[in-house]
């Protein structure tokens, strides 16, 4: 079992290193790029969007019945929410979440190029194919995923506005007041960090497991079932680090 | 043309191919026949390069595969084309994409000359008026064809099919393999066919090693494979009606 983890490891790092390969002609890794994250990114808008909304709104009700104390001021209900949305929920959960949409999306894809031998006509041709088909998906997996986090972050606030707003659980001036206090600007750079860190991991694993996938359709389930729960584990794992290592 | 000298293969310890000593010449359809892990598509898989065998050389021309270099072998591998079984069509391409492909990555040509050549090419497979479909859309004769397309695409010396009419009907496969003895003869390739199939044997095949249990147990052409003494290849080509009907003919 531990042979079979530093094995792993091992054929990883080979991987990666057949990845970042300069790519053959920078034009078509260009057109890549923009393919990637309009598939990988831009796709991902319309549920990180919804998801944030909605737990934006639960997570004002959460605080506001926790904080039924009348010493302590109202705004730190919207303070609070801020807090939990940019150190933990804009990054670490939708990145969990992403580990299921994205990585099935990329490990599938490749899995079944390589059981219908597509990518072994690519390498016979003599192109790189770990380079040409899974450094577009990493480069733009981690690059605009901070864009992500904004995003989630924005939409988080107005749900739990919007919940402010309707059930009055708190006056909505003291929700304002409360997510514009103690601003903290290294946080939003600590949590795009870790969403550009999570999805290079979810981008490269999945890819993996897909280029290594063997054993038919079943394989390429397999493939994609094994990436995403190493990538959620790993995740978890690097968010304590991380968190472990920049604010503490 | 490709020479092979002492190859050996095995995997965990069983022995997939022994000895193989073979030269596939140029301008020929070179077969490589035998029954269902007989070895034949191992033995192609080292060819290409991609299986590195235990022990023996590969040479093509005076090059020697087994020992080039990473740069090497790329440079190589544009002047080879591959059909694959499955055809193995990018998914994410159309057909005329699929086929521009190869010249996208290793020609400096414009966009139009690119699709120039990629017509070309597609006209010589016989397939017009499907450039923008996309492989999904094709049959499995077309997708064969489109395949053959692509792996002419860049005019490579080396041309190599793994069971080229696999899931075909004989009709089409009749014309498939016509279509890969008519290239090899015009662009004076060295082909080599891995196939179980008689009919194509019986069709194409200029020179023809049979393989059975990992050894190479018969050179020959498709005019004197009918009257083998070699009884495991005897097995096999009777186990076709029409071989055996010309066999019995004969006799």
Known sequence: ?248 | MIKVEHLYKSFDGKQVLNDINVEYEAGKCNMIIGASGSGKTVLLKNLIGLMEPDSGEIFYGDKCLTGMSYVQKKALRQNIGILFQGSALFDFATVIENVMFPMEFFTDWSKAQRIERAKYCLEKVNVIGSDDKYPNELSGGMQKRVGIARAIALNPSYLFCDEPNSGLDPYTSILIDRLISDLTKEFNMTTVVNTHDMNSILEIGDKIGFISGGTLLWQGDRHTILDTDCKELKDFVCANTLARNIIEGRK
């Open chain 1, 1 to 248: 079992m531990i042979k079979k983890i530093f094995v792993s490891i091992g054929t990883y790092m080979l991987f990666l290193k057949m990845v970042f390969r300069k790519p053959e002609k920078w034009k078509i890794f260009w057109r890549q790029f923009i393919n990637e994250a309009d598939k990988l990114i831009l796709s991902s808008i319309l549920l990180v969007g919804v998801i944030s909304v909605f737990i934006g709104g639960v997570l004002v009700i959460q605080t506001a019945s926790n904080l039924e104390n009348p010493i302590i001021d109202k705004m730190y209900i919207g303070y609070m929410v801020r807090e939990s949305l940019i150190l933990e929920f804009c990054s670490t959960m939708i990145a969990l979440i992403l580990s299921g949409k994205m990585g099935s999306n990329i490990s599938s894809e490749i899995g079944s190029m390589r059981i219908t031998e597509q990518i072994d006509a690519m390498d016979m041709m003599g192109v790189n194919s770990a380079n040409f088909l899974v450094l577009p998906k990493v480069a733009a997996a981690t690059i605009l995923s901070p864009l992500l986090v904004l995003l989630s972050l924005a939409l988080g606030l107005v749900g739990g506005w919007i919940v402010v707003n309707a059930t009055q659980i708190i006056p909505p001036p003291s929700y304002i007041t409360g997510i514009k206090a103690f601003y903290n600007g290294f946080y939003i750079f600590y949590s795009c960090f870790k969403m550009s860190l999570f999805c290079f991991l979810i981008s490269s694993i999945s890819a993996f497991n897909g280029y290594y996938a063997k054993g038919g359709s079943l394989g390429v389930g397999r493939s994609s079932t094994k990436a995403i729960v190493i990538t959620s584990i790993l995740i978890l794992m690097f968010d304590l680090i991380v968190t472990q290592l920049m604010l503490y």
